[in-house]
């Protein structure tokens, strides 16, 4: 389908300084998990975006010198000629697809502690590790140290140059760069010229941006990555005042604007807390302070919101880092007029935390992210069928919809069989509670594409499927999708010899209870011992209802891997500010008719909580009875022309939505394929 000429706009051309970006679509920096450990991977990534039509793909933040290093998390690096050599095949691997390479140079500067390179940190004052919580502190430079990261920035600048980049960032944001330690006054307390006023404070910036044109000499485009406000009111900058104040003292010394929030987990924000655009209150000021394009982000999925950022003057640039992850070929859909195969990213930050893992990043919507060069996989293409076998895939949760999207689009002749009427599984369900409706997008991007392979995929709705109807159904490969249950006896990680005695009464609830329709009456224990969502969720939407909620949870804060994702601060102020009753590091011990027992897990004595109803959030159970009986009688499987039977997602081990995406993917690339091997994947070892 021809583009629809409203979205004309979004593919003009757009200058940067000596460099002409081909459309507006613009990939912001933005960390993956790979880095310089795995650098064909980051490259193959990034070039994908590139193939998708993005006019400017940048890399993540990218450590310059061995002063500030980022370890233990693998961030690409540029200190020397042989990182030089390496950043060619990242830039001519985006090259190669007609995109701008971008590079954003970094020093963390007083946020890092340097294990790597031992080098004690570097900031304007002394000040503790910001970004951790180790027992590191940064030094006060002195101006002779000043001198030397003026030149070990300038020198850093030529190397990007000379490995291929079109763009140079600096780095004044999220809390974690030099400029930025010397911007804010939180972290400057000096009082020689790079303290003090605003422009003493903004002085380091002003000087490593005029080196960095005059290093560059008109041959790359100087970007600046600017945070506009910390969101921490008059403690930090603001954007009324100081953000505003710096923009217009250095208004044209960069070739492009780059402008968001601080700290990273405002920047980033999930959609539980924050909506698309959300950013726009604190940088559509710019645009009308500054001669040169300016770029912002704000989860921006939809192409109408992305037209209107650019019609209503807010920015020149869509800016986009996690919906170019959940969807590398955003600026291809719009300009062939499909914007109904547009796979939006749904907040959720589970690609951020392959960051804070120091692992390949994962997305709950694109399975193939972080496996381009690895396995191969590519997000718009995937191979034809291996053979004319039919497959049933019984179970439509996120891991039986993409394993029966991914097949279909192989061509495979599929069944897709689902016991409830509407599809979707966990996602249906969790997607209600309150903040998470766009998490409903895993469930609607593949039903609608599902929909539209309808002659080789058929979906069976409220078809709950038996070994006996599976065998007479008559495919040839059986997928079992069945997902997952929560246990309701308190088994998990703190209480693992045996159930928590009263955990059988009528007054106690699993989340699948919840979304069932049970109604735990007031006042309710929810007990987390899951520790991501689910708990501090579900005493959200209890307190929302009227009830009065205590959560109790053996980790010392509330949904404490929710730290992975950037949530866990506003998830637990935000229980605390609608007066949920929360008790931290303590394990649920008994449950009796109107309370329970707690116990303090650094030895507190017991305790009781008043409640008439309690709801366990501790682990779950594979919904595995199926596969099992159907693996038990070979023979029959065998009579009916069986060939396989095998468990997908949550079925085979309880665990992310987006491992569920990923496990019913990997069935799909797999089926008829050869044996994967014991090593499933290529490795970049650095030796061989
Ligand atoms: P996953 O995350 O692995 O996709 P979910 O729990 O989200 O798992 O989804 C599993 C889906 O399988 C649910 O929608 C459930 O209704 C469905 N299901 C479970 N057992 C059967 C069955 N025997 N026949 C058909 N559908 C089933
Ligand atoms: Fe978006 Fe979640 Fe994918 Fe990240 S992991 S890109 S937030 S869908």
Redesign the pocket.
């Known amino acids: 389908m021809p583009r629809d000429p409203r979205f004309d706009i979004l593919f003009d051309p757009v200058r940067i300084g000596p460099v002409t970006a081909r459309n507006r679509f613009f990939q912001v920096p933005h960390c993956s998990g790979m880095g310089h450990l795995l650098p064909r991977s980051d490259a193959a990534m990034r070039a994908m975006k590139a193939e998708g039509g993005w006019a400017v793909v940048c890399t993540e933040q990218c450590s310059f010198h061995p002063h500030a290093e980022a370890a233990p998390y693998p961030e690409t690096k540029l200190w020397d000629r042989d990182d030089v050599v390496r950043m060619r095949h990242w830039t001519d691997a985006v090259h190669e697809h007609g995109a701008l390479a971008g590079v954003e140079l970094v020093s963390n500067a007083s946020a890092l502690p340097n294990y790597y390179s031992r080098e004690i940190p570097l900031g304007p004052s002394h000040t503790p590790a910001t970004y951790s919580h180790d027992p590191v502190q940064a030094r006060a430079m002195d101006l002779d140290d000043i001198h030397e990261f003026r030149r070990w920035h300038r020198d850093a600048v030529l190397r990007s140059r000379d490995a291929g980049f079109d763009l140079v960032y600096l780095y004044c944001g999220h809390d974690i760069a030099m400029p930025m330690d010397f911007l804010t006054r939180r972290r400057n307390r000096r009082t020689d010229e790079y303290g003090g006023s605003l422009e003493n404070r903004v002085r380091l910036l002003r000087e490593l941006l005029e080196d960095t044109v005059g290093a560059v000499g008109g041959q790359m485009a100087v970007a600046l990555r600017f945070a506009t406000d910390e969101l921490l009111g008059e403690d930090g900058v603001t954007w009324e005042d100081e953000g505003c104040k710096a923009i217009e003292m250095l208004a044209d010394l960069p070739d492009l604007w780059d402008v968001n929030v601080s700290d990273w987990a405002h920047d980033s924000a999930t959609s539980r807390f924050s909506s698309e655009g959300f950013q726009e209150p604190y940088v559509s000021f710019v645009k009308g302070m500054v001669k040169k394009p300016v770029v912002c982000v704000g989860r921006y999925t939809s192409p109408e919101t992305m037209l209107s950022l650019i019609t209503r003057g807010v920015s020149d640039f869509v800016g986009c880092a996690r919906p170019s992850i959940a969807d590398p070929f955003i600026p291809n859909k719009i300009d062939e007029g499909r914007l109904d195969d547009i796979r939006e990213c749904i907040g959720c930050n589970i690609c951020v935390t392959g960051q804070h893992m120091k692992t390949p990043m994962r997305c709950t919507q694109n399975p193939t992210v972080g496996e381009e060069w690895r396995r191969g996989w590519h997000p718009e293409r995937i191979e034809p069928k291996g053979s004319e076998a039919s497959v049933l895939v019984?179970?439509?949760?996120?891991?039986?919809?993409?394993c029966a999207l991914a097949l279909g689009q192989r061509g495979y002749k599929v069944g897709l069989?689902?016991?409830?009427r509407?599809?979707?599984?966990?996602?249906?369900?969790e997607s209600a509670m309150p903040g998470f409706s766009e998490w409903a997008r895993v469930r609607d991007y593949r039903a609608y594409q599902i929909d539209k392979l309808h002659e080789t995929v058929e979906v069976f709705r409220e078809?709950?499927?038996?070994a006996e109807t599976i065998l007479d159904a008559g495919y040839r490969h059986v997928a079992v999708?069945?997902?997952?249950?929560w246990r309701g006896d308190g088994i998990g990680r703190a209480n693992t010899m045996g159930p928590i005695p009263g955990s059988d009464g009528a007054h106690v609830f699993t989340p699948n209870d919840i979304f069932g329709g049970a109604s735990p009456a007031s006042p309710v224990v929810v007990f987390d011992d899951d520790h991501y969502y689910m708990g501090g969720a579900l005493a959200e939407q209890f307190r929302d209802a009227g009830l009065e909620v205590v959560l109790v949870t053996p980790a010392p804060v509330v949904s404490s891997w929710s730290e992975e994702a950037l949530e866990q601060e506003i998830v637990q102020s935000r229980l605390v500010a609608m007066g949920v009753g929360i008790a931290t590091g303590h394990n649920l011990t008994r449950i009796d008719a109107d309370a329970v027992e707690i116990e303090g897990v650094y030895g507190e004595g017991a305790r009781t909580v008043a409640c008439a109803s309690v709801v366990m959030v501790t682990s779950r159970l594979p919904?595995d009875g199926?596969y099992h009986g159907l693996k038990a009688s070979p023979d029959r499987l065998a009579e009916a022309g069986v060939l396989s039977v095998r468990r997908?997602?949550?079925?085979?081990g309880?665990g992310l939505?987006a491992a569920?995406?990923w496990?019913?993917h990997r069935y799909a690339r797999e089926l008829d394929g050869p044996p994967p091997g014991d090593v499933p994947f290529k490795r970049e070892l650095v030796f061989v």
């Open positions: 019984v179970g439509a949760g996120p891991a039986g919809l993409e069989a689902e016991a409830r509407e599809l979707g599984g966990r996602v249906t369900d078809s709950e499927m038996t999708a069945t997902g997952s249950r919904n199926l997908i997602g949550d079925a085979l309880p939505i569920a995406v496990s019913g």
